[in-house]
């Protein structure tokens, strides 16, 4: 038996600690590891992730010199390939893919290599899908540690594993871990010898003492220089990954094959920090969205070039915040601040490109309009169609009798809504079908509409019920108590509800693999209220309180849509609870498919809580019954309980216990306001490709924007409504100034841009 000793350093930027530390543990085993190669001629390390060779490249060039050095004599392996080791559940499948593209190009242009062996030893789960994403960019093998072989039996410790899409790759899972504590390592090659398959002839053993950064040490190094033949039929070699796997490549059809996913690993990660994951996953379809901009509508190649140059280092940040104990959640208070800060400053770069690419298209490309346009630009792949939001500009005039059409002279349906300022901004919604990569002009107008003219609607709203001719939602104080659906209801006796259930586990959830504490609230609102009744939305709303935390319900229909778009907001302040919700199915569904990045995977029905990804289906009594958000990460389907955990409150990277100092003071996750969407679809049968392109254009909605061919001057022209008239109005229209303001001052002061609060007037 050949044991291939892997020297590492187990190195996390983020953890216990915040990056500039990070950058500190990185520069510390580098050195430490250049000198044991200099020291020690047969000693060979392993090393991954391109953001900790650029920290050592920028800050100390001498010994990233020293490094490339021992690159290319064979004694520094490079492996991975990645940018870092991410968390594999929250990231989309571009940021999954963008991982190992940016961490690619980064070691093929500083040392000609690119890694063919998947590195995530410390990922807390592994997709079903990862398989296929890693064999797409030739990888051949893949090292993980979790999850642990009491949370996952595997059939051998060296498999071949293959993804939900057919694409596979030869797994290896570390025993007994990847980092060591002493110079003596006895133990731990014993226990790599006891789970290695004896008649492949092969394994690996990884060393290397630290868990904040260190390595290989000269005890380490003298142990194994001492002990290579005192274990029975073995031999230790100073190896790497890719020599283990080379080595085994002519027994590939001996491995046993797995098709599962390898999860079940630390649970409370899938939903903890519900506002970091979520600003990741919109970030990362945001990026994504831009690109696809950039390279559908920028003919310069210059300019394309620029653009699409930002975005890459845009995608640096969130390739950095998608780390395994940033984005799962795990790290300590301090280190929020900056991950927030990294997130917004890649959104921001996502928003500038998509603006400058997509104004400086509409003056090229659009055809000259000599009224106010709203632009709907499409640029997802796939059709879009459904109703569109916008608050165009009337220079703080009231909509009046204005209507909108298309650039024919068609009339389109518009409905007013509230806006999201307090007064003189007008708020309107209008259907929109837009082909792949599309447009629509559409004209807001304020000549005479067409005779007659009047949208149809099918929609009815009220304190107690919901409905279109698809779908009715009944509702009760607690939320949708039952979902009518072709004459069926697929929703049991408790309905659709939230409720908060006690969770005294650790940040990760390290001990168990569900939530079964006892529920310890459930949500009870203050009554629904309609809020809008048609004639293309209706919507209606339910306020209240969960526990000490603020609750808003808001259902929303569209006019001639089956679909049912569920809307929760939330001021959560719990500790040590869960926000979940649950939906009580009729009957036990016969089947359930979970979204994850890339494609799906079946799960067998029981308590166990799952990491997912865009979408959840069910299949229930003469149809399918779907899920679609980007903003709930975790759920459970026991029975016909299918249940979705929101928020959670532990203690921040905290594993249970007390520090040996403590005060007193603790921080809890998930403090605050949150806000989720989902869209509830029904049908016969719901395809998971159409499920995907949902969840997709949910996250990465048609882009709008006012478009003028000059700043026309709102109907009233010259004489604004007194409302709106300043100082200057009024002393010239005193001093018989201005005479057509004659007709404003007669109609009476209309509503005042900014009224006075009941405050001011006591004031």
Known sequence: MIVHMIGNAHIDPVWLWRWQ???????????????????????????????????????????????????????????????????????????????????????????????????????????????????????????????????????????????????????????????????????????ALDAADRNLGHTMCFYGVGNHGGGPTKGNIEYILKNRHSFPDAELRFSTPQAFFDAISDRREDLPVVTEELQRTFPGCYSVMHDVKQEQRLGEHLLDQSERIVENLVEDENEKRDL?????????????????DILAGTSIPAAWRSVRAMQGRARIVGEEVAVEATRRWARRALPPVNQQQIVVLNPDEGPWEGLVEHEPYLDFDAWGNRWLSDTGGGPVDFQLIQPEAGAHVERMIFPASIPARGHAQILVRDDEPPALWKPLTDLEASPDHIS??????????????????????????????????????????FHTNRFDGPVSGVFEGEGWVV??????????????????????????????????????????????????????????????????????????????EWPVQGWSRVDVAGGQLALV?????????????????????????????????????????????????????????????????????????????????????????????RGLWLEAEERAFADGRLPELKDSFEAGAARPLFEKTEQDREG
């Open 468 to 509: 279109n001719a698809h779908l009715r939602a009944d509702l009760d104080n607690s939320g949708i108590r039952a979902l009518t659906v072709d004459g069926r209801n697929p929703l049991g006796g408790g309905g659709m509800r939230l409720h908060l259930r006690e969770d005294h586990t650790d940040t990760w959830t």
């Open 531 to 608: 809020e809008e009744s048609g004639p293309l939305r209706a919507r209606v709303r339910l306020d209240g309180t969960l526990g000490g935390s603020r609750v808003r319900w808001t259902l929303t229909l569209h006019r001639d849509d089956a679909r049912l778009r569920v809307g929760i907001e939330v001021n959560f302040n719990e500790r040590f609870e869960l926000l979940q919700m649950p939906v009580h199915l009729a009957d036990p569904p016969a089947r359930r498919t979970d979204g994850l990045a890339g494609g799906q995977v079946d799960r067998a029905p029981g308590p166990t």
């Open 21 to 191: 530390a990070g950058v500190d543990e990185a520069l510390a085993s580098f050195r430490s590891a250049a000198d044991r190669c200099d020291e020690y001629p047969e000693f060979v390390y392993t090393r991954g992730e391109a953001w900790l060779f650029e920290q050592v490249e920028k800050i100390d060039p001498e010994l990233f010199e020293r490094v490339w050095r021992h690159v290319k004599e064979g004694r520094w392996h490079i492996t991975g390939g990645q940018y870092l080791q991410p968390d594999l559940n929250a990231p989309t499948e571009i940021g999954l893919r963008r991982q190992i593209l940016r961490g690619r190009r980064y070691f093929e242009q500083c040392f000609g290599v690119s890694p063919k062996v998947g590195y995530n030893v410390d990922s807390f789960g592994h997709p079903a899908t990862l398989p296929d994403i890693l064999a797409d960019f030739g990888y051949e093998g893949y090292v993980f540690h979790r999850p642990a072989a009491h949370q996952v039996e595997l059939p051998a410790q060296t498999f071949r594993w293959r993804g939900s899409g057919g694409g596979e790759v030869i797994g290896f899972r570390i025993a007994p871990a990847y980092v060591t504590r002493t110079d003596d390592l006895y133990g731990q090659i014993t226990i």
């Open 629 to 721: 958000t980007a903003d709930a990460y975790s759920l459970s389907g026991d029975g016909d309980l299918w249940q979705w955990t929101l928020l959670r409150s532990p203690r921040m990277a905290w594993g249970g216990g007390e520090p040996l100092v403590y005060g007193g003071r603790d921080w809890h996750t998930d403090q605050g306001p949150h806000a989720f969407e989902f869209v509830l679809l029904t049908g016969e049968s719901l395809d998971e490709i159409a499920l995907r392109a949902t969840a997709r254009q949910q996250a990465q909605p048609p882009i709008l924007f006012d478009r003028y061919e000059g700043m026309d001057r709102p109907p009233w022209g010259n004489s604004p409504p």
């Open 308 to 324: 699409l140059g930002r975005i890459d280092v845009a995608w640096d940040d969130l390739l950095f915040t998608a780390f395994h």
